[in-house]
């Protein structure tokens, strides 16, 4: 189940981009300026706030899962 729900986002993620690049660009300096030539660590994630943000804003912006239930 979580294999389809992090696709989703990523690939909601993309399309983002496509539509906003001023915030790629944005998330990219954050991430050249905490991170420079290394992977991220989880310790970085604290500093990354900007790129916190995009990523959490994509699980809102085109929901992997329904939200609302059915009452019967």
Known sequence: AGVETSTSVMLTRVLAMLHYPNV???AQEEADRVIP???PTLEDMEKLTYVTAVV???YQWATPVPL???SF
Do not use: A, H
């Open 56 to 58: 959490s804003d994509c």
């Open 24 to 26: 790629q660009c944005k």
């Open 68 to 70: 609302g239930s059915f």
């Open 37 to 39: 030539g290394r992977l």
